[in-house]
């Protein structure tokens, strides 16, 4: 009788830690599976998480899926709120408040001549006519040239194809994936997403054993875009392996000074004032920001003090002017 008694509390504990396990939220999740109710996905295509190792770049498939609901007005059906569309003039004014705005809060930010700007928008528009989507309304692109030359980023505003001309804002600098040491890879290039199939997260602040605060001070941002084909930047013949591409501060004492040289092990590592300002206002938070009136994992990611502007967008779009006829610093 005792045995039986002891059996039966052994079962017990184990469907409670069953139930608690199916229950955890995910940190990476499938939105076909893990986002109930917040859209009809039948009949959608197949999702390719990895790209092909041999391609010249990396992408994520995404777009397929969003292009199948997200994007499309069907969203409505589902409870959540249309994508934000400002015509041209009202994109050129919130593109200029912005642009104020990063001048006044991020030291040391970046703005360029009429030429550098004219490099800039071309860089962009060339990515992605490559292998990015068409432009569905007017929103920003945060481009990161990852030249060792260059090493900055720069806030593009983009247009449908007829309805307005891509204006450079500025930026600020960056270090993405170093060589010539073991297992640092070399940012790929592409056309990679902000989305609602991945939950980023916010830096704990804490320090490793060398002191540094690999992704900052406590609470900044980490945008997350998902594992991605890159070069390994240590090995003669550039094999590539996978890493979790993400974009995120660096430590303010010790690693900020080193942006604008290539440093990181293939993220974009940005300056403290910058990740607030792409945070705060967020400038690729679009469908995180639709996705939070629906599932509350998306708001508590969001900053608490975003002044969410409708002209952002979802993409991070690495490009390299070094490949190009002239380099940017030209």
Same mark, same amino acid.
């Given at each position: 009788?005792?045995?039986?008694?002891?059996?039966v509390?052994?079962?017990? $504990?184990?469907? $409670?830690?069953t139930?608690?396990?199916?229950q955890?939220?995910?940190t990476?999740?499938?939105? /076909?599976d893990?986002?109930?109710?917040?859209?009809?996905?039948s009949? @959608?295509?197949?999702?390719?998480?990895?790209?092909?190792?041999?391609a010249?770049?990396?992408?994520v498939?995404?777009?397929?899926?969003a292009?199948?609901?997200?994007?499309?007005?069907?969203?409505?059906?589902?409870?959540?709120? &249309?994508?934000?569309?400002?015509?041209?003039?009202?994109?050129?004014?919130?593109?200029?408040r912005?642009?104020?705005?990063?001048?006044?809060?991020? &030291?040391?930010?970046?703005?360029?001549?009429? %030429?550098?700007?004219k490099k800039?928008? #071309?860089?962009a528009?060339?990515?992605?006519?490559?292998k990015?989507?068409p432009?569905?309304?007017?929103?920003?692109?945060?481009?990161?040239d990852?030249?060792p030359?260059v #090493?900055e980023?720069c806030?593009?505003?983009?247009? &449908?194809?007829?309805?307005?001309?891509?204006?450079?804002?500025?930026?600020?600098? $960056?270090?993405?994936?170093?060589t010539?040491?073991?297992?640092?890879?070399?940012t790929?290039?592409?056309v990679?997403?902000?989305?609602?199939?991945?939950?980023?997260?916010?830096?704990?602040?804490?320090?490793?054993?060398?002191g =540094? /605060?690999g992704?900052?001070?406590?609470?900044? /941002?980490?945008?997350?875009?998902?594992?991605?084909? +890159?070069?390994?930047?240590?090995?003669?013949?550039? %094999?590539?392996g #996978?890493?979790?591409?993400?974009?995120h501060?660096?430590?303010?004492?010790? @690693?900020?000074? /080193?942006?604008?040289?290539? +440093?990181?092990?293939?993220?974009?590592?940005? +300056?403290?004032?910058?990740?607030?300002? =792409?945070?705060?206002?967020?400038? =690729?938070?679009? @469908?995180y920001?639709?996705?939070?009136?629906?599932?509350?994992?998306?708001?508590?990611?969001?900053?608490?003090?975003?002044?969410f502007? &409708?002209?952002?967008?979802?993409?991070?779009?690495?490009?390299?002017?070094?490949?190009?006829?002239?380099?940017?610093?030209?």
């Amino acid at each position: 009788m005792k045995l039986n008694r002891i059996a039966v509390s052994v079962i017990g $504990v184990l469907a $409670v830690l069953t139930q608690i396990q199916s229950q955890a939220i995910p940190t990476s999740f499938d939105i /076909r599976d893990d986002i109930k109710g917040l859209e009809d996905t039948s009949g @959608l295509p197949s999702y390719t998480p990895i790209p092909d190792p041999h391609a010249d770049r990396s992408y994520v498939h995404f777009y397929n899926l969003a292009e199948t609901s997200l994007f499309k007005k069907e969203h409505e059906l589902h409870g959540l709120p &249309p994508l934000p569309s400002l015509t041209q003039e009202e994109a050129y004014q919130e593109a200029a408040r912005l642009t104020a705005l990063l001048k006044k809060t991020v &030291p040391n930010a970046l703005t360029y001549s009429a %030429e550098r700007n004219k490099k800039w928008v #071309q860089l962009a528009q060339d990515e992605m006519d490559r292998k990015g989507p068409p432009v569905k309304r007017a929103q920003l692109l945060i481009v990161v040239d990852r030249n060792p030359k260059v #090493q900055e980023l720069c806030f593009v505003l983009a247009f &449908p194809k007829g309805q307005g001309e891509w204006k450079a804002l500025g930026g600020g600098k $960056v270090s993405t994936g170093n060589t010539g040491r073991k297992l640092y890879y070399i940012t790929p290039t592409g056309v990679f997403y902000n989305t609602v199939e991945r939950i980023g997260y916010r830096a704990l602040g804490t320090k490793n054993k060398n002191g =540094i /605060r690999g992704n900052g001070i406590k609470g900044m /941002r980490v945008w997350d875009f998902g594992w991605q084909w +890159a070069e390994k930047g240590w090995l003669p013949n550039r %094999e590539k392996g #996978q890493i979790r591409l993400e974009m995120h501060a660096t430590d303010p004492d010790y @690693l900020e000074q /080193r942006l604008g040289k290539p +440093a990181s092990e293939g993220c974009v590592r940005l +300056a403290t004032k910058m990740n607030e300002f =792409i945070d705060h206002n967020g400038i =690729i938070d679009a @469908l995180y920001t639709q996705a939070a009136h629906k599932d509350k994992r998306f708001s508590s990611v969001l900053s608490k003090k975003i002044r969410f502007t &409708p002209l952002a967008g979802d993409k991070l779009v690495v490009v390299d002017s070094s490949h190009s006829a002239d380099s940017q610093r030209s």
